[in-house]
């Protein structure tokens, strides 16, 4: 009998004995894998808002040595060479990129071959983690909208964030929201758009601005937004074959944002404009049900579940949900309409 049971202790598992275990470990890395991907997209998620943080901070740095924020964009041209560059150009010695702001020629246009040493320059402080690390751009050689040449060879680095420059008429309206005064508008969007109507965000164009100029609050007003994933158009959290026209490297000077609400029709991108507050308009559908994370085409859009970050001018990051109220997006895209948001 003791013989038997030695033999029996040395036959080990049985069939089903190993299968039970096989079916255990299989079901605990079932619960252990969503723990493991919610973990990896808050690290992501949390880079993310750091970015947005030292942006804030070299924003405010600039701020305490000019006295002012810098404009959105600045373009001089045309001529055969003009100062053209954008508050990303601007902030680059207060986020650690002494060497690139020194390399960059402003007397030149961003797009230049000249300053393409610079403009192709990966920094990470413009790429946020959650967002693809690979995109189809548009071909070298073809040019953007307003007729910069894409270059070959290496693209331009890409930017996850865009300055929060002005709310067009076409927001509000196709949001059915009252629409702010003339009396503060903005009627020299660019030169091509003289006589156009905008409501300034925290970054003004083509001018710089003070603080003093953000009465509704800095607290209450945007600076910078996420747009990741650019120049691939995103819709609806879903990939498409096409690329934004400009826009998507950082050293772009269109590389901000005029909210105009991406619109309830997925293959239409809110490009709607308004000559004056009361029209008229080229909106051929309704606002979107929800404002943000319809699409990245010169929209809010983030890769974070539920929402995405915004910088305000207070120097703050929050994180705001993607159905927040259009009515409060347009009251803390805006630094001077008198419509305060409250909690958001």
């Known amino acids: 009998m003791i013989a038997q049971a030695k033999k029996r202790s040395k036959q080990g598992f049985t069939l089903i004995e190993l299968l039970v275990v096989i079916a255990i470990i299989a079901v605990l890395i079932a619960l252990l894998l969503p723990a493991v991907q919610q973990a990896r997209e808050a690290a992501r998620r949390t880079q993310c808002k750091n970015n947005l943080k030292q942006q804030g901070l070299a924003l405010m740095n600039y701020e ?6 810098p404009p959105a964009r600045i373009d001089l041209g045309p001529t055969p060479a003009y100062y053209q560059s954008s508050w990303t150009q601007m902030i680059l010695p207060y986020i650690d990129q002494a060497p690139l702001y020194q390399a960059y020629n402003f007397n030149l246009t961003w797009s230049d071959p000249a300053n393409l040493g610079v403009t192709t320059a990966v920094i990470p402080a413009f790429l946020c ?54 009396s503060i508008a903005t009627n020299t969007a660019s030169p091509a758009k003289k006589g156009k109507y905008e409501w300034d965000g925290g970054l003004k164009k083509f001018a710089a ?19 990741g994933g650019r120049p691939q158009i995103y819709m609806l959290a879903k990939a498409t074959s096409g690329t934004t026209a400009d826009g998507w490297g950082w050293a772009d000077i269109q590389s901000g944002y005029s909210l105009d609400g991406a619109t ?11 000559t004056i507050p009361s029209g008229p308009c080229t ?11 319809m699409t990245n085409d010169s929209e809010m859009y983030a890769f974070h579940v539920g929402g995405g970050h915004v910088l305000m001018c207070d120097g703050s990051v929050r994180f705001i949900s993607a159905n927040i109220a259009a009515s409060t997006l347009a009251a803390i895209a805006t630094r001077n309409a008198g419509d305060i948001a409250g909690e958001f």
Request: with cysteine.
């Open 283 to 293: 909106l051929t559908t309704a606002a979107a049900p929800y404002p943000i994370n």
């Open 64 to 69: 305490s040595t000019h006295k002012v924020f």
């Open 129 to 182: 983690p959650s967002a693809p690390a690979q995109r189809n751009i548009p071909p070298a050689g073809t040019v953007d909208a307003v007729g910069n040449p894409y270059p070959t060879g290496k693209p331009y680095g890409f930017c996850d964030y865009g300055s929060m420059n002005s709310v067009r008429p076409a927001y509000f309206l196709s949001n059915g929201l009252p629409v702010p005064p003339v």
């Open 264 to 274: 309830a029709d997925a293959s239409i991108v809110g490009k709607a404009d308004c």
């Open 209 to 227: 601005t003070p603080i003093a100029a953000i009465t509704d609050g800095m607290s209450n007003t945007m600076m910078c937004v996420e747009d």
